[in-house]
Nanobody
Framework: QVQLVESGGGLAQAGGSLRLSCAASGRTFTFYTMGWFRQAPGKEREFVAAIDKSGISTYYSASVKGRFTISRANAKNTVALQMNTLKPEDTAVYYC?????????????????WGQGTQVTVSS
């Protein structure tokens, strides 16, 4: 079992920045690829970014590439999502996820563990 707790959500203006953090506990953090997903009202949960076990390789959705950066600190069992140049369409609940999957995995169903989510709202 892995427990994931997100933090750092909130309200930002378009063009601004927010940083999300996810703290993991339970089984060995370095077993897992870590991902960030988001779900806007009335929409399906979608992939945002993922990072491999070592923290070297990353993968992004086209909609956030160049604006968002995923990173992890294995010594602290944390993964972060730095979000810059925010847009109103980035408004969603953001979820941290863990899975024994390749870091290029974008399918929600392939991740095993999920946090409770944190709300990000971007005003225009």
């Amino acid at each position: 079992q892995v427990q994931l707790v997100e933090s750092g959500g909130g309200l930002a203006q378009a063009g601004g920045s927010l940083r999300l953090s996810c703290a993991a506990s339970g089984r060995t953090f370095t077993f897992y690829t870590m991902g960030w997903f988001r779900q806007a009202p009335g929409k399906e949960r979608e992939f945002v970014a993922a990072i491999d076990k070592s923290g070297i390789s990353t993968y992004y959705s086209a909609s956030v590439k160049g604006r968002f950066t995923i990173s992890r600190a294995n010594a602290k069992n944390t993964v972060a999502l730095q979000m810059n140049t925010l847009k109103p369409e980035d408004t969603a609940v953001y979820y941290c996820a863990a899975g024994v999957v390749p870091f290029t995995t974008a399918e929600t169903r392939k991740y095993d563990y999920w946090g409770q989510g944190t709300q990000v709202t971007v005003s225009s």
